[in-house]
T-cell receptor, first 114, second 115 residues
């Protein structure tokens, strides 16, 4: 079975400060890890993914994520937050032999304040 | 925007009715997945279609069924609607090459309300 945990329901950060949204996972094979963002009344927008290779993955809008196999984590980061980054962020995992089914976390609401 | 479209945007049904939701996949994609997102939760995998056949199913009862057409568009059908079926239904398209499927790109969703 595969699972994803996002331990924080909400993260608050001041504009210009760095942000981190946490994600840990559990799979029975090699993980494929994804971050998506959801704005109100919208679908999910793809940010970045880790399949293999470099542990630091760079994605859209200045976001990046670091894959840590020993800690089974894939935290989303951005060096300088913008108010427009305020949204709901989902971490998701699939794995080799898992048929590309995505298992999502419960989401983290990011609020960036002036 | 991803190029994945869904219709209708919103839908209101009563308990016991049947509903059909539609999805057009992104150009060049051959795989469609459906997810249910209840309020305040993450999306839950319903099933996936590849080459017009179901290719994996989540923990949903048989009254949730689907189709994929030769142009890779897809339908999700739900029979005997229950109040708990109220949710945002998301379609995602992707490209499968060999045994591996690439990133899933999501449509805007259909908001279903069951009264």
């Amino acid at each position: 079975a595969q699972s994803v945990a996002q331990p924080e329901d909400q993260v608050n950060v001041a504009e210009g400060n760095p942000l981190t949204v946490k994600c840990t996972y559990s799979v029975s094979g090699n993980p494929y890890l994804f971050w998506y963002v959801q704005y109100p009344n919208r679908g999910l927008q793809f940010l970045l993914k880790y399949i293999t290779g470099d542990n630091l993955v760079k994605g859209s809008y200045g976001f990046e994520a670091e894959f840590n196999k020993s800690q089974t984590s894939f935290h989303l980061k951005k060096p300088s937050a913008l108010v427009s980054d305020s949204a709901l962020y989902f971490c998701a995992v699939s794995f080799t032999g898992g048929g590309n089914k995505l298992t999502f976390g419960t989401g983290t609401q990011l609020k960036v304040e002036l | 925007e991803t190029g994945v479209t869904q219709s209708p945007t919103h839908l209101i049904k009563t308990r016991g009715q049947q509903v059909t939701l539609r999805c057009s996949s992104q150009s060049g994609h051959n795989t469609v997945s459906w997810y249910q997102q209840a309020l305040g939760q993450g999306p839950q995998f319903i099933f996936q279609y590849y080459r017009e056949e179901e290719n994996g199913r989540g923990n949903f009862p048989p009254r949730f069924s689907g189709l994929q057409f030769p142009n890779y568009s897809s339908e999700l059908n739900v029979n005997a609607l229950e109040l708990d079926d109220s949710a945002l239904y998301l379609c995602a398209s992707s490209l499968r090459v060999g045994g591996r499927t690439d990133t899933q790109y999501f449509g805007p969703g259909t908001r279903l309300t069951v009264l």
